[in-house]
T-cell receptor, first 115, second 115 residues
């Protein structure tokens, strides 16, 4: 069975600090997909990134970067020079290819960026 | 293009009343998901439709909950009778293709309060 663990319930930082959100997953599939979603205070979850299990290249998009390491079953998300607008709940999700394609979400990490 | 549309955005009802939540997925998307989000349990998948057919309803908490998707552009989630513990934010999400690599597009949610 697939499982996603986001051990950090809440992180509080001051603007311009770098912050890393951890995501650890469990799966028996060799082919799977990992996602990050952002839920701002307005409530709607927004897709940020998708990664497949065969692509371990790190990805950078502006101030956002993702580190995928199969050896440790982790898919961590780093925000560089955080801003107040980054305050949100961030969810990591896993979707296996051998099952029903239904993603499993972690419990989410609430990020609070103080001015 | 319009995103996923949910109505109502807020619903306050009394215990025992019937509640109907509505969702219009993004045009062309053939997978639809209903989620419930609470502080205690996080984001829970209730039911998943693919091509209007319910594929997995194992997350539906009990017989009081029912969901339908009469056509590709409309779905309902009904709670009858409602109870205070049903109070939560209910999200509808859609995706294209019904595959594990497809990201989900979430609606703004319906905040349900059962008194």
């Amino acid at each position: 069975a697939q499982k996603v663990t986001q051990a950090q319930t809440e992180i509080s930082v001051v603007e311009k600090e770098d912050v890393t959100l951890d995501c650890v997953y469990e799966t028996r599939d060799t082919t799977y997909y990992l996602f990050w979603y952002k839920q701002p205070p307005s409530g709607e979850l927004v897709f940020l990134i998708r990664r497949n299990s065969f692509d371990e290249q790190n990805e950078i998009s502006g101030r956002y970067s993702w580190n995928f390491q199969k050896s440790t079953s982790s898919f961590n998300f780093t925000i560089t020079a955080s801003q107040v607008v980054d305050s949100a709940v961030y969810f990591c999700a896993l979707s296996e290819t051998g099952g029903s394609y239904i993603p499993t979400f972690g419990r989410g990490t609430s990020l609070i960026v103080h001015p | 293009d319009a995103g996923v549309i949910q109505s109502p955005r807020h619903e306050v009802t009394e215990m025992g009343q019937e509640v109907t939540l509505r969702c219009k997925p993004i045009s062309g998307h053939n997978s639809l998901f209903w989620y419930r989000q609470t502080m205690m349990r996080g984001l829970e998948l209730l039911i998943y439709f693919n091509n209007n057919v319910p594929i997995d309803d194992s997350g539906m908490p009990e017989d009081r909950f029912s969901a339908k998707m009469p056509n590709a552009s409309f779905s309902t989630l009904k709670i009858q009778p409602s109870e205070p513990r049903d109070s939560a934010v209910y999200f509808c999400a859609s995706s294209y293709g019904g595959r594990s690599y497809n990201e989900q597009f979430f609606g703004p949610g319906t905040r349900l309060t059962v008194l």
